[in-house]
């Protein structure tokens, strides 16, 4: 009887402790179910976040992932991205007051001194503590964003108070889908470049310029400054270039009128457009009417001295015109400068024409500037 007491107690002791194991291994499934829900639950927020960032920038998307990056892990107080340029990565973005100065950085893709670098040559992760790009790191991962596109970025992510990062794989996780939203921002921002800016000479396109235009006299309408001129150039006898010596020294022709426009105005300032084939398009600012005149002159002469790679003189006609003196908006102004560039052309080329208040034109000489007469 007392044998069947004792197996029978052994019995409950067994039933006891699997029963304790198995309520163990449940809350044990639970809690891990919970952190995988938790940590798919956050990979997908990060992802709607990253794609509404893609609506704004390409540096909204990197931005959006450095905050998302520390709200995974609060250790983390410095986050990198570095982008492609050439054999080199350059520091594009910095967050964190530890690593700001770093901006504008360089590390070279082929020596994997670094994680970044180590990143970006092996096409994954690279963690550890060896290659800290920080002095004050404690610890540090960086990943690579990449497509068929090729390298997109390495984004680098560091701690200088923890020795590791939670929930590294989360993080990784969360970069590696951030390389679509960057992506799409990337050729977003392209295809606007594309539209803004001319191919061949890197100047405004017409659209980009006239939308700049309008733009700007808004601002002296509405500004402390008062007056803002427009020149309007043409590329005299352009076709004879092309027609003789073919569309390769055409092309560079134009990109040499582009390279002086460039040169006459005051960087940061003046805006310079191709108005489409051989005419060009300027905006300049801080600068009365008479002073852009003779401005306008100067690049008339340095054309007429520039060498082109052409045996054949080129020169140029302008024609000026001012807001709000010869013109109420932006068409006009327009209008009344191309007026004056076609009175440079029929006066004969290679020179400057002036609107007078808009209805009458005159050619630039020394001391004709103000006259009321028309040439």
Same mark, same amino acid.
């Given at each position: ?24 291994? !449940? ?42 990056? #520390? ?32 901006? &504008? ?25 060896? &290659? ?28 200088? /108070?923890?020795?590791?990062?939670? &929930? ?16 799409? /921002?990337?050729?977003?921002? !392209? ?38 001129? !427009? ?20 092309? #560079?022709?134009?990109? &040499?009128? /582009? *390279? ?74 327009? *209008? ?40």
């Amino acid at each position: 009887m007392s044998i069947a007491i004792a197996v029978a107690a052994l019995t409950c002791a067994i039933l006891g402790s699997l029963a304790l194991r198995a309520s163990v291994e !449940l809350r044990v499934q639970r809690v891990d179910a919970q952190t995988v829900r938790a940590r798919e639950e956050f990979v997908l927020d990060a992802v709607r976040v990253l794609l509404d960032a893609s609506r704004r920038s390409s540096e909204a998307v990197i931005e959006a992932l450095a905050a998302l990056i #520390a709200r995974r892990d609060p250790v983390i107080d410095a986050v990198l991205a570095f982008t492609p340029a050439g054999e080199e990565l350059e520091c594009a973005l910095a967050d964190g007051a530890r690593v700001e100065h770093y901006v &504008g950085a360089r590390l070279r893709r082929d020596v994997p001194d670094y994680l970044p670098s180590r990143a970006a040559r092996d096409g994954h992760r690279a963690a550890g503590h060896d &290659g800290l790009l920080v002095p004050t790191d404690r610890c540090a991962i960086a990943v690579p964003m990449a497509d068929t596109g090729g390298l997109r970025a390495v984004i680098y992510a560091s701690s200088s /108070a923890a020795d590791t990062i939670d &929930g590294e794989d989360t993080i990784v996780r969360t970069i590696e889908h951030a390389t679509l939203p960057y992506a799409i /921002a990337l050729e977003r921002e !392209l295809a606007r470049a594309d539209a803004t800016y001319d191919g061949l000479t890197g100047l405004l396109t017409p659209r980009a310029f006239r939308s700049r235009l309008r733009d700007e006299i808004a601002r002296v309408r509405f500004g402390p400054a008062k007056v803002l001129t !427009l020149w309007f150039i043409d590329t005299d006898r352009f076709k004879s270039i092309n027609d003789s010596y073919g569309h390769a020294a055409g092309d #560079a022709v134009l990109q &040499g009128m /582009a *390279e002086l426009l460039r040169a006459q105005g005051v960087p940061e300032v003046d805006i310079a457009g191709r108005n489409g084939g051989d005419e060009f398009c300027a905006i300049i600012h801080d600068a009365q009417k008479t002073v852009a005149i003779e401005r306008a002159q100067s690049f008339c002469e340095a054309v007429r001295r520039h060498d082109f790679g052409v045996p054949q003189p080129i020169t140029a006609s302008v024609g000026v015109a001012s807001y709000p003196h010869d013109a109420r908006d932006a068409n006009e102004l327009l *209008e009344v400068a191309d007026a004056a560039m076609y009175h440079s052309k029929r006066t004969g080329r290679n020179r400057v024409s002036f609107a007078v208040n808009g209805t009458a034109f005159a050619v630039f000489r020394e001391g004709s500037v103000g006259s009321d007469s028309a040439v």
